[in-house]
Structure formats: C-alpha cells, structure tokens
C-alpha cells in the first residue's frame, strides 16, 4: 500500500506521457475544453472613443467656472461613424455607443445634468452647473482590451464568459486539446442499472456510473459506457477482459471500472489485468475512503491506462476527484486548482496514519475567517451527507485527533473545474 502523495505522483507522471493532440475548433464547440494554446486579441476594445451615457459630447477647454451654455450642434448615434466637427464651444447630442466626435471633444455629459433651452433662431442649447471632468462618461479606445492582448494561457478550460472575449475580438477558432476517450463499466452481481423500477431482495441500483459519466463529459471527455459485469467466482472475468482488449485495440485514453478491486474471492480486477499481460502500477492506497484503488498500464498498448475504482459511491467520488480528475488535468495540461485552506471548526477523530478525504460544510464566520465542519455520515456507501456537503476536507496522514482551529485543506465543490 502507498502513500495518496506518491500515487498521485505516477498517476501525474502517466497523464504527461499521454498528453492529447491538439485541434482548432469554432467557438460553439469550444465550451468545455481545454486550450492548447495561448490566445491573442487582434484588436482594441473599445475600436474607438465612445460614449458611456446619453448626453452631450463637449470639450472641456470650452468651459469656464459658472453657469454654461452651449449651442447644440447636431446628434450622433450608435453605429455611425465618427464626425470631424470644427465648430467652437458647441455640444453634441450622442447617445450610449455612439464615437465621440473628432476635434477635440474629450467629455459627455449625462442628459439629465443639462437644461434645454430653445433659442430665438429655432436651435437648441443646453445648460449646466456644474463642470465635467476630461474623460467624464467616455470609454476609450483599448480601456477594456488592447491590441494584442493576451485572452487565455493554455490549460485554460473554455467557459461562457471566455467565449464573449474571443466572439468581442472575431476570434473564430481556438487551439484545443483533443477531448480525453473514457470507456466505463460497472461491476457487481448485486448491481442493476438505475432504471429498475423494482429491486429484487439483495439487488442495488448502478449510482456510480451515471455519476461518472456526468462527471466525466463535465470535465471534457467523450466518455462510452459497457454496462455492468457480473462477478465470477474463477478469480477472473472474460468479459471483463474482454472489454479491456476493445478498449486496448481502440487505444482509449482512459479505462475506468468500478467495483472488483479488493480482497474478496470475486474481486478479479488485478488478476484479469496480469492474465492479459498488464502492469499493476500501484494497487491500494493510504485513504479514506476509496483504499483498494488499482492503477495499471499495458506497454503494448501505452496509449490507454486503466484505473480501478472501489464500488461503493463515496469511494467512486473520491477517486474521481482525487486520482481521475489529477490524471485528466495532466493530460490536457490544465492549470492545477489553487489550495483553499479553513480552519476546523470542532474536534475531529480520524484513522492515524491515514489520509481521509471528508464530506464537509466550508463557511465564513461571524469575523469573516474561513472555518470547514467534517458532516456526519462519512461511511463510503452514504450519499445523502454528500449532497448535505459543500466541499472536501483533507485530513492529513498523521495523529488520530484534530483540534478545534486547525488548518486544513478545503476542495469546494463549486471550485471543481478549476
């Protein structure tokens, strides 16, 4: 058995020998994957000096302290482009985006600061107290992106509000990875899939693979599920090895099964793996939950590694965000998530010598300190304190009791995708 620290370690080191192909995609396909590369802007945003209200373009050099009054001399709008005006102390009319004019004009000032007053010859003008400020309600030309200005670094995971920079700047196409193959199968001579209206005494229902595959094409896979496979009392499985080769023969990137990996007289995970000429990288870890994690690899085939899952769904949670997600995110080259820490916020009991990845509740306190609670229900098969959680507490290797204060590591769940 080893250490969390130095299985992560491997499964990192296989994710940087597979790295994926790169391909350009347009932008409705880019949400949810993983940049290749870095992204420029060809062009400044805003294209030009323009107003930020609807008002009245002026100069500034044109006023003096006091009550001011200036002749209105015509009206720009959004769209148009911009106007050379060389009249003296006149104002334009100009509405929200409209290019402010060209000839010194370098304040607006918002329509509801002015009064209109009609003149004798049938013009309008406008009156004000109190003096704009150069700049005042303009948004200039580049405030928001300059030219050449960098977008996204590679590793960066496409999002909604990414996609509105580069469709802002008519970038079309973006450099992404290739998005990772996943093959999944579940086992298990009790499990039946979800969809069973009725159980059978001694039956239970597949809640682990719908949980991966929903997880697993939310981190950017193209994910293809097996089935399940029933156990078989000879300490190994054709069909089990049977689904292994395909996956082998179609060099799937990752190839994930849930279940059959402990000590127990069905659990014929390992030796299928051996029997096809396999390499068990590592085979349980030092946590909880999620132990009797299986790590192998074949070099006739390298381009598919395989990991073993435990059955139980908290255990199948566990090591898809602390051994799937590290190995994807390595392959795609993604940027790490940053380290949260929170202090414990009561007195813990843990398994000494052990790594425990806990169900928690992350919250600020009453004086803004950020404070994590282990939830009660942290047997591996309770999912209902995972849904109550909002986070993973890492709880380290050693001692057998944490104090009230403690500094711990929090994974919150919204901050899974980072």
């Known amino acids: 058995m080893i250490s969390y620290l130095d299985a992560l370690q491997f499964?990192?080191?296989?994710?940087?020998?597979?790295?994926?192909?790169?391909?350009?995609?347009?932008?409705?396909?880019?949400?949810?994957?993983?940049?290749?590369?870095?992204?420029?802007?060809?062009?400044?945003?805003?294209?030009?000096?323009?107003?930020?209200?609807d008002g009245y373009a002026i100069r500034t050099s044109d006023l003096t302290s006091g009550l001011n009054q200036l002749p209105v001399w015509g009206r720009v709008i959004a769209g148009e482009r911009p106007?050379?005006?060389?009249?003296?102390?006149?104002?334009?009319?100009?509405?929200t985006g409209a290019p402010l004019p060209e000839g010194g004009f370098d304040a607006v000032i918002k329509v509801e600061d002015v009064s209109k007053i009609k003149r004798d010859d049938g013009r309008e003008s406008i009156e004000f107290s109190s003096l704009p400020t150069e700049g005042q309600y303009i948004r200039k030309r580049g405030e928001d992106f300059k030219v050449g200005a960098l977008l996204a670094s590679p590793g960066t995971l496409v999002d909604a509000k990414l996609l509105m920079g580069f469709a802002a700047l008519g970038v079309r196409q973006v450099p992404v990875h290739r998005k990772p193959r996943v093959w999944v199968v579940s086992t298990g001579n009790e499990i039946v899939e979800h969809t069973v209206r009725e159980l059978e005494l001694g039956e239970i229902r597949n809640a682990t693979a719908p949980f991966l595959i929903s997880e697993l094409e939310r981190l950017g896979c193209e994910v293809q599920y097996l089935g399940i496979i029933k156990d078989e009392t000879t300490g190994t499985s054709l069909a089990y090895q049977e689904a292994l080769r395909r996956a082998l023969d179609e060099q799937v990137d990752l190839f994930i099964s849930t279940g059959a990996v402990s000590m127990g007289v069905h659990d014929f995970t390992q030796s299928c793996i051996v029997e096809m000429g396999g390499e068990i990288v590592f085979h349980r870890v030092n946590i909880r939950p999620g132990k009797p994690f299986l790590l192998a690899k074949f070099n006739s085939f390298p381009r598919t590694l395989v990991m073993g899952l435990p059955g139980n769904p908290v255990s199948t949670v566990v090591g898809t965000e602390f051994f799937v997600k590290p190995y994807l995110n390595s392959v795609l080259a993604r940027t790490s998530p940053k380290r949260l820490m929170a202090h414990l916020d009561h007195e813990v009991l843990k398994p000494e010598g052990v790594r425990c990845f806990y169900k928690a509740s992350w919250f600020t306190d009453n004086l803004g300190e950020s404070r994590v609670m282990v939830l009660p229900g942290q047997a591996s098969f309770m999912i209902h304190s995972l849904n109550e959680a909002n986070a993973w507490v890492i709880l380290p290797e050693s001692g057998d009791r944490l104090l009230p204060g403690t500094p711990l590591e929090v994974i919150p769940f919204s901050e899974r995708l980072s």
């Open 11 to 53: 499964i990192q080191n296989e994710g940087n020998f597979r790295t994926l192909s790169v391909e350009e995609v347009s932008l409705e396909k880019a949400v949810g994957r993983v940049l290749a590369a870095s992204v420029y802007g060809s062009e400044a945003i805003p294209a030009f000096d323009n107003s930020s209200m």
């Open 83 to 95: 106007q050379r005006i060389s009249d003296v102390r006149v104002a334009v009319e100009i509405m």
